[in-house]
């Protein structure tokens, strides 16, 4: 009876085995990227070719729902309190964290994407949407108190850092030569499509 009851658990155990390695191998796989910045090269019918910034050649299908922000470069004293924001930070060399970057949302956008999550633009980068709530002005920038639902984080901006907003944009603004982010999702195919890209104005490089 002992060696039935083996006979019958060992296949069990196996399949946990190869179930465990197959999870812990997908879980050393880098995660698909979901954005592409780079140049445009130029469109084909629906089809968006980029050079990623690594130097990668991407094509993108453009969804017919396609959303084209253009982006536009404006001063810190832009952002002011009440405004819904999006910061990339890294941590500051005294753990506060400071603005690689500071987009303002226009109002018809407030509360896209509102929260804090990491981020892909730097090593140890997050990505903060949220309302100004307090505002300080230093020689050197501005510390911002900044609150989203879940909580609320200070952030150094020191003066060089890039402020931007967003503009209406479409399709005509994705020439040959233009700096543009596209968010895109790989299809079961493995082909990647597009349905929303910002796009740099005045040959801006969006810094996000």
Do not use: C, W
């Not at 060696?3 to 155990?13: E, G, K, L, N």
């Not at 445009?40 to 089809?47: A, F, L, N, Q, R």
């Not at 804090?116 to 505002?135: F, G, H, I, Q």
């Amino acid at each position: 009876m002992p060696s039935r009851r083996t006979q019958f658990v060992r296949p069990f155990i196996a399949l946990a085995m190869v179930t465990a390695s197959t999870i812990y191998a997908i879980a050393q796989q880098p995660p698909t990227p979901t954005r592409v910045r780079g140049t445009v090269e130029g469109i084909d019918g629906d089809t968006l070719a980029v050079k990623s910034r690594s130097g990668e050649e991407v094509k993108l299908h453009m969804t017919g729902n396609i959303l084209v922000l253009g982006l536009t470069k404006i001063g810190l004293s832009e952002i002011k309190v009440g405004s819904f924001i999006g910061t990339t930070t890294v941590p500051g060399p005294d753990g506060v964290p400071q603005a690689v970057e500071v987009h303002v949302f226009p109002e018809n956008m407030r509360g896209t994407g509102e929260g804090s999550r990491p981020y892909d633009l730097k090593p140890n980068s997050s990505m903060t949407n949220a309302t100004v709530a307090e505002s300080v002005v230093g020689n050197d920038g501005h510390t911002l108190l900044i609150k989203y639902k879940d909580g609320e984080k200070k952030v150094v901006v020191p003066s060089e850092t890039p402020v931007v907003t967003y503009v209406p944009g479409d399709r005509s603004d994705l020439k040959a030569g233009a700096k543009i982010i596209a968010f895109m999702k790989k299809l079961p195919d493995g082909s990647l499509e597009t349905d929303r890209v910002s796009v740099g104005r005045d040959g801006l490089t969006p810094p996000m």
